[in-house]
């Protein structure tokens, strides 16, 4: 018998964190950082679409691909 001892199994690190979510991002309008708003904007088979838009002024600043999917699961059926 051979008996690795002292030899762990192989893991993976472990991610502290999944995604990122943007509370504040730059407006070119509004000249600073302002909270945003994150609209849906597409339900793709790759991923779900959003837009990040100004709370004062509306203006997009920013978008994400988000590759969970969870709408598009409700789309097959």
Do not use: H, W
């Not at 002024?57 to 988000?66: A, N, P």
């Amino acid at each position: 018998m051979n008996f690795d001892i002292g030899r762990q199994p192989s893991r993976k690190p472990k991610s502290q964190f999944d995604e990122f979510e943007a509370t504040e991002l730059y407006c070119a309008k509004c000249r600073q950082a302002v909270p945003v708003r994150k609209f849906l904007l597409l339900i793709l088979p790759e991923g779900d679409k959003y837009e990040y838009r100004c709370v004062y002024c509306g203006s997009k600043v920013g978008d994400k691909l988000d590759r969970s999917g969870q709408y598009f699961d409700l789309l097959k059926t």
